[in-house]
C-alpha cells in the first residue's frame, strides 16, 4: 500500500511517485521526506512499500518516518505488484517504465477520489515510459489522455523570478514551424497568464519569443512570426494580457533575467529549456500546465550516472515540492475538487 508521513485534516496531502527505480528519483524523494520542515507543509501519500522507503532512506543517510494508510483508504499496492522485480540501476528498463505508469496512474485515481489535492513525482525517463507502452509523445499528453482532458496544455517552467510556456514541446524540430499558428501561440500566453497571475503577480508582463533568426527580419528568414506569432500576441493584448513581442530568443532572456518580464512564451523546447537551465538549473521546475490536476517535478532527469552514490542534489526537487505545495493549496482554496 502507500505510506504517509504526518496526518492532518488541514494541510494539503500529495501523493508522491519516487520516479524511474533505476534513476536517483527514489534517494531525492527521502532526502525531501527526511526533512521536517517538509513534513510540516503537507501531508505525503508515498506511493511505495515501507520496503522500498527504508532501502533508500539507508542508502541516502537519511531517516522517514513513515505511518501505512489503511488500505481501505490507499491506492492499489504498487510496491506489492513490483516486489519481485529486479530493477537494473543505472539503466533504461521497460520494467522502470511500467513501474513509475502505475505509480502515476494510482496518483491521478486518488486525486479523482479527493484522496489528494496534487501530485509531485521526482525524475522519470520517457524511453522507459515508451518502452512500457505509453504512445503519447511525453507525460503531459498521456496525462491528458487519461483524465480525458481536451483543453489547452502546455509544459510550464519555473526559476525563481521566471515562467515558461510551449506552443510546442516534445516534437521533431523539423516539425516545430508547422505546428505554430496564431491560435496555439494565444493560447499558450493565456495559460502562462493564468499560472503567473496564480502565483501572486496580479498583471504579469509577458514576452514571446520569435522562431526565426532575428525574429525574421520582416519575413526575410522566414514569415512565421508576421503570419502566426504576431496575430496571436494581438488575440490576447486585445483581451487585456500584457504580451508583447515576438523577441529574438538570443536576447530575451538576458531582458527577463534582469526583471524586464515575468514570463516568457517559448516555441519549442530548447529555445526556452537551454536558457532557464543557464539561469536556474539548481531551481528549475516543471509544472504539467493546463491540467485540472496539479503536478510538479523537477526539470531534469534520471542522472542513472551517480545512481547509488548519494550525491544527488535535491535543490530542484525541492523546488518543486514547494510548488506543488502551493498549487496543492490553490486547488483547495479554489472549491474546484
Not at 508522491?16 to 536517483?24: A, E, Q
Not at 491560435?183 to 520569435?210: H, K, M
Request: hydrophobic share 45%; proline share 5%.
Amino acid at each position: 500500500m502507500s505510506q504517509m508521513v504526518g496526518l492532518s485534516v488541514t494541510r494539503p496531502r500529495l501523493a508522491l511517485s519516487m520516479g524511474d527505480p533505476s534513476g536517483i528519483g527514489p534517494e531525492l524523494a527521502v532526502k525531501l521526506l527526511a526533512d521536517a520542515a517538509n513534513l510540516a507543509r503537507a501531508d505525503v501519500y508515498v506511493l511505495a512499500s515501507e520496503a522500498e522507503i527504508k532501502a533508500a532512506a539507508d542508502e541516502a543517510g537519511v531517516s522517514v518516518p513513515i505511518a501505512a494508510v489503511p488500505s481501505a483508504e490507499a491506492v492499489t499496492a504498487v510496491g506489492s505488484r513490483f516486489a519481485d522485480v529486479d530493477f537494473v540501476r543505472g539503466q533504461v528498463s521497460r520494467e522502470a517504465g511500467a513501474r513509475v505508469m502505475a505509480d502515476l496512474l494510482d496518483a491521478l485515481a486518488m486525486f479523482d477520489r479527493g484522496d489528494v489535492d496534487g501530485i509531485m513525482f521526482t525524475p522519470l525517463n520517457k524511453s522507459a515510459l515508451h518502452l512500457a507502452g505509453m504512445h503519447e509523445e511525453d507525460e503531459l499528453r498521456w496525462f491528458a489522455k487519461e483524465l480525458g482532458f481536451e483543453g489547452t496544455t502546455s509544459e510550464l517552467n519555473f526559476v525563481p523570478g521566471l515562467t515558461t510556456s510551449r506552443v510546442t514541446s516534445h516534437v521533431s524540430v523539423k516539425d516545430v514551424a508547422g505546428l505554430i499558428n496564431a491560435r496555439a501561440v494565444a493560447e499558450s500566453i493565456r495559460l502562462l497568464n493564468r499560472v503567473v497571475q496564480g502565483a501572486g503577480v496580479p498583471n504579469p508582463r509577458l514576452a514571446v519569443c520569435a522562431l526565426n533568426p532575428h525574429a525574421g527580419e520582416n519575413g526575410q528568414f522566414g514569415r512565421e512570426e508576421i503570419d502566426h506569432i504576431l496575430p496571436g500576441i494581438a488575440l490576447t493584448r486585445s483581451e487585456g494580457i500584457d504580451a508583447t513581442g515576438p523577441y529574438p530568443c538570443d536576447t530575451v532572456f538576458i531582458r527577463a533575467r534582469d526583471g524586464e518580464f515575468d514570463g516568457v512564451v517559448t516555441m519549442y523546447h530548447d529555445q526556452g529549456q537551454i536558457a532557464m537551465k543557464l539561469m536556474g538549473f539548481d531551481q528549475g521546475v516543471t509544472v504539467q500546465g493546463g491540467l485540472p490536476v496539479p503536478i510538479a517535478t523537477p526539470a531534469h532527469g534520471t542522472a542513472y550516472e551517480i545512481v547509488g552514490r548519494g550525491i544527488a542534489k535535491t535543490g530542484p526537487s525541492q523546488r518543486a515540492f514547494e510548488i506543488a505545495v502551493d498549487l496543492a493549496v490553490q486547488n483547495m482554496q479554489s472549491g474546484t475538487h
